[in-house]
């Protein structure tokens, strides 16, 4: 149970650090659509952004059906406004904000890619479609009103941005599992590689030790086999020397 507990605590953090993220920058962004450097470093930077961030249209701040010449203006403004030369005062995390910027764009640039991300941003959507369907029959079935908050086109567009954001930390979880299994793959394959170079090693060194010392090996057998056959001819020949005839004395 506290194990479960833990988790419901977890994820009610996270949907609280998502909600006041999404509350903010939507205020800051109705007040004034282009923001300033320091305003669009600090939504780049601020808690939670290398999961908000997977996003490269919420990054750029860009309708997903724009097209690339939108694209590219959009990307040359707000390069221009979060550039380092452009924020002396803070270059580090200028730095950082470009640098999701520029990711971003070169991401959208690449035609698999920005399909990719449509897929996500159109699967959240039909995802919050069909919960929305299947809220209205339950009510229909408890013989309730059918409204529900997402009736409200804010409240879906929210529901909309937060599952769209839920799919890509999804999938770059996914991501970075596959990654890290193929560095352990190729770990291991590496390994491999170096003990049987090792091992080969060892066997040429081995062959070669023997055929130095073969010449020796044979010289000291023909000298133990020498040496055997001498002292065997030596035994042979005590074994058949005639005794001594021991004399009789006369009387």
């Given amino acids: 149970m506290a194990a479960a507990g833990g988790e419901a605590s977890t994820e009610s953090v996270s ?18 659509s282009v923001l300033t450097s320091k305003q ?5 930077l601020r808690p939670g952004s290398s999961y908000f961030n997977l996003n490269p249209f919420e990054v750029l701040q860009i309708d997903p059906e724009a097209t690339s010449d939108e694209l590219k ?11 380092p030369d452009k924020n002396q005062g803070d270059p ?5 904000a470009f640098e999701a910027v520029d990711k971003a764009y070169k991401l959208l640039l690449e ?9 996500v941003i159109h699967a959240g959507k039909e995802y919050v479609e069909h919960n929305v369907k299947e809220k209205k029959k339950q009510l229909k079935k408890d013989g309730k009103p059918l409204d529900v908050e997402e009736d409200d086109p804010e409240m879906f567009k929210q529901a909309v941005y937060k599952q769209t954001m ?8 996914k991501r970075k599992e596959r990654e890290a299994k193929d560095m352990h793959e190729r770990k291991r394959a ?10 080969a090693k060892r066997d040429r060194e081995w062959q ?28 042979n020949r005590s074994f058949l020397k005639p005794p001594k005839v021991k004399m009789e004395q006369r009387e």
Avoid: C, M
Avoid at 111 to 119: G, H, I, N, S, V
Avoid at 190 to 199: L, Y
């Fill in 111 to 119: 035609p698999e890619q920005r399909k990719r991300a449509l897929d």
């Fill in 166 to 173: 839920k799919l890509f930390a999804e999938l770059e979880i």
């Fill in 190 to 199: 590496r390994e491999e590689e170096i003990e049987a170079a090792e091992k």
């Fill in 40 to 44: 669009q470093i600090d939504r780049l």
């Fill in 73 to 83: 203006k959009r990307f040359r403004a707000l390069s221009i406004l979060v550039h």
């Fill in 208 to 235: 070669k030790n023997f055929e130095e010392t073969r010449d020796g090996r044979v010289d000291s057998w023909r000298t133990f086999q020498a040496k055997g056959k001498k002292s065997k001819e030596k035994k």
């Fill in 15 to 32: 949907d609280e650090l998502f909600q006041n993220f999404y509350t903010e920058v939507k205020q800051i962004e109705k007040r004034d």
């Fill in 92 to 96: 580090e995390r200028a730095q950082k």
